[in-house]
């Protein structure tokens, strides 16, 4: 059982992100639509009715809800530890992880070069 039942993550409380199913593009509320004169923190609930994808023009009921984007994935108490990695977004985990790997192949192949 979780000690605070009713405290949410820090990307349950960010802004949710939405995407289209028709084409892909990605709604963000912290970005807003230029195209069509949206400015950022207007939320997907907050979008005037008639308003369509400005990719691909489908309508506000093809999207659908894919979760905060830019918020890291824990509670706020326990940012400050994990030197530091705690704050970064599950994007720029991935990043951190894969690279170290890609790096680390990278170096292991280097001694093959080696004589």
């Known amino acids: 059982m979780s000690e605070h039942p009713t405290e949410k993550t820090l990307a349950e409380l960010a802004s949710s992100s939405y995407e289209c199913r028709a084409c892909g593009y990605v709604y963000d509320p912290s970005r807003g639509d230029s195209k069509t004169n949206i400015s950022s923190g207007v939320s997907f609930e907050q979008l005037p009715t008639s308003w369509h994808c400005p990719v691909c023009g489908a309508s506000k009921a093809v999207f659908t809800n894919i979760g905060a984007q830019n918020a890291p994935s824990g509670f706020s108490e326990n940012l400050k530890y994990g030197f530091g990695v705690n704050t970064l977004t599950p994007n720029q ?9 890609a790096l680390g192949i990278i170096f292991l192949l280097s001694l093959y070069g080696l004589q």
């Open 93 to 101: 985990k991935n990043l951190l992880i894969f690279g170290a790997l």
